[in-house]
T-cell receptor, first 112, second 112 residues
Framework: NAGVTQTPKFRILKIGQSMTLQCTQDMNHNYMYWYRQDPGMGLKLIYYSVGAGITDKGEVPNGYNVSRSTTEDFPLRLELAAPSQTSVYFC???????????FGQGTRLTVV | DAKTTQPPSMDCAEGRAANLPCNHSTISGNEYVYWYRQIHSQGPQYIIHGLKNNETNEMASLIITEDRKSSTLILPHATLRDTAVYYCIVRVRNNAGNMLTFGGGTRLMVKP
């Protein structure tokens, strides 16, 4: 199993551009999550999903959108990128609500 | 939601036990305590979790006080590769999923 795979690993965006961060997992997990981590800080939940077709907002959803059309994939869309979205983005998945979460290696995004 | 309090940093000598404390005085009866760690900006890694009994696995032991207001993560023989930020997390229960909320964590430095 590859676990949780995120692409790209690094990206530089100009202000106002859009992009999609890809996340896929091969563990047949129902739950998937997107977090962001600013320098020197803990992780903050952006969006999460409890199954295909079901998504909900986390702590910091503004400026982002998600979709969950399949169990495996949970892409995060940034529309109109802003410097405040410069961060490291982590995708995670878990089988159930109390089981361990597996994290991807992150996408480092810089908006200039 | 129960909050956690951890010391911002700790040192430990290589080969010695590392004892990382966590206070969660407002924890409710059905909330679990989780520990994750993050090594140098990689994705967080699950270590262990528990409800009220002490738990042990191949990575660590988790000691939860009888009143559940605090816990200690024990790495029995710390190595240099255990240098990381350790997060103590109380799971926020809701109907939707496993909302892991990360605080600042403890930066553990294992020294030779």
């Amino acid at each position: 199993n590859a676990g949780v795979t995120q692409t790209p690993k690094f990206r530089i965006l100009k202000i106002g551009q859009s992009m999609t961060l890809q996340c896929t997992q091969d563990m047949n997990h129902n739950y998937m999550y997107w977090y962001r981590q600013d320098p020197g800080m803990g992780l903050k939940l952006i969006y999460y999903s409890v199954g295909a077709g079901i998504t909900d907002k986390g702590e910091v959803p503004n400026g982002y959108n998600v979709s969950r059309s399949t169990t495996e994939d949970f892409p995060l869309r940034l529309e109109l990128a802003a410097p405040s979205q410069t961060s490291v983005y982590f995708c995670a998945s878990s089988y159930g609500p109390t089981t361990e979460a597996f994290f991807g290696q992150g996408t480092r995004l810089t908006v200039v | 939601d129960a909050k956690t309090t951890q010391p911002p940093s700790m040192d430990c000598a290589e080969g010695r036990a590392a004892n990382l404390p966590c206070n969660h005085s407002t924890i409710s009866g059905n909330e679990y305590v989780y520990w994750y760690r993050q090594i140098h900006s990689q994705g967080p890694q699950y270590i262990i979790h528990g409800l009220k009994n002490n738990e042990t696995n191949e990575m660590a032991s988790l000691i939860i006080t009888e009143d559940r207001k605090s816990s200690t993560l024990i790495l029995p023989h710390a190595t240099l590769r255990d240098t990381a930020v350790y997060y103590c997390i109380v799971r926020v229960r809701n109907n939707a999923g496993n909302m892991l909320t990360f605080g600042g964590g403890t930066r553990l430095m294992v020294k030779p």
